[in-house]
């Protein structure tokens, strides 16, 4: 008896003492896992910080070049004026021509003034024709560098949606790694996985940007609902805010597509998007300019003036991640927003889209002016 209860005391023993050696194996596996995703994610966060540097520049490239080929338009047009309004004023005084000019001369020496003011409209006119010959050329110059900068920018955007989607997919991984047990943990890493690989696959903005925001609250759901929580709140207050002049201009606004009749059909956003809102209220701006953080690239290619500053009527461009004003824009399609009125450094905006109490709009909030990457003005 004695002997047996020493036989299974012993079994116990090196039970143990195999599980204690086994179980640092386990856990060493597991933190090697853990730190290995957490690397990939640094590299990664990297990646993502480097290819958003290039799409600002790239903005910014956009947005002085939006601006000189207006400047140039604006000289142009005025040097078609002057040019049209002296052969107006040759007709009407029914001159002849220049050499009529000079033959009436009375004497010599008027004939000799004559030919020296004829030489100075020559030159004069022949250095505007010059000027304006040497401006359309190079407007025609600036329009093809901003077109090939809109393009180049789109594809780094399908690049950085990529990495992005890449990243929130090593995120949920991660969290899943950590929370073995957790079931929604598990299907969330396998929902962010399947996003990540549609974002790889496809050929254009809004689907990748799409997928990448799936991936996105895949891998922070809890996130994801305080954010949408944000936004009501941040509507809710930003209504309490505003005062009568602001909801006076909200009301000229909707009154004014109304009467112009655009939208609809010539709306090409999906309806309940923060575009599909700014484009019934604004139809001046183009029904196919992609995700919100895509329309300042597609209006400044479009010859509309895009800058920094904003003006009641301009339409506001955020980034995707950018604070709206106690809200995070959607990683993979940013925001747009109608300017409602401009107060020193913030302004009063008004929105619709996902998360908002009313999707269709307005939902209006007063924000810090800084906070969108440019606006763009009719």
């Keep these: 008896m004695k002997k047996n209860l020493l036989s299974q005391c012993a079994i116990v023993l090196a039970t143990v003492t195999t599980m204690s050696v086994v179980a640092p194996a386990v856990s060493a596996d597991t933190a090697s896992d853990l730190n290995d995703v957490n690397t990939e994610i640094a590299a990664t966060k990297k990646k993502i910080a480097d290819s958003q540097k290039k799409i600002d520049a790239a903005t910014e490239l956009q947005m002085e070049k939006s601006q000189k080929i207006n400047d140039l338009k604006v000289q142009i047009s005025k040097r078609d004026g002057q040019l049209k309004k002296q052969a107006q004023s040759a007709q009407i005084n029914n001159s002849g021509s220049m050499l009529k000019f000079v033959t009436d001369s009375d004497s ?60 929130y997919s090593k995120q949920a991984d991660l969290t899943a790694k950590k929370n073995k047990q957790d079931a ?72 004014s597509s109304e009467q112009h009749g655009h939208g609809g059909g010539a709306n090409g956003y999906p309806a309940g998007q923060c575009t599909y809102y700014v484009k019934m209220m604004a139809p001046w701006v183009g029904g196919h300019w992609g995700n919100g953080q895509q329309w300042a690239s597609s209006a400044a290619a479009a010859g509309f003036r895009v800058d920094h500053t904003p003006s009641v009527g301009s339409v506001a461009v955020y980034t995707g991640g950018a604070n709206v004003g106690g809200w995070i824009a959607a990683p993979g399609y940013g925001h747009v927003a109608l300017v409602q009125s401009v107060n020193g450094g913030s302004v009063t905006i008004t929105q619709g889209g996902t998360g908002f109490p009313n999707p269709m709009g307005p939902n209006t909030q007063t924000v810090s002016a800084g906070a969108a990457m440019a606006y763009i003005h009719r």
Aim: proline residues 0%; hydrophobic residues 35%; negative net charge.
């Design 108 to 167: 010599i020496s008027d004939a000799l003034g004559r030919t020296v003011t004829v030489a100075r409209v020559v030159h004069a006119n022949n250095q505007t024709m010059e000027q304006q010959k040497n401006d359309q050329e190079q407007v025609e110059k600036e329009q093809a560098d901003l077109t090939k900068s809109v393009k180049d920018e789109k594809n780094e955007n399908l690049n950085l949606l990529r990495m992005k989607a890449d990243l």
């Design 184 to 255: 929604t943990a598990q299907e969330n890493a396998k929902a962010a996985k399947e996003a990540a690989q549609k974002v790889k696959d496809a050929k254009d903005l809004e689907t990748a940007g799409r997928e990448a925001d799936k991936a996105h609250n895949a891998a922070n759901e809890d996130a994801a609902q305080k954010n949408r929580d944000n936004q009501n709140d941040a509507v809710s207050k930003g209504d309490n805010s505003n005062n009568n002049t602001a909801k006076v201009q909200v009301q000229q606004v909707n009154l």
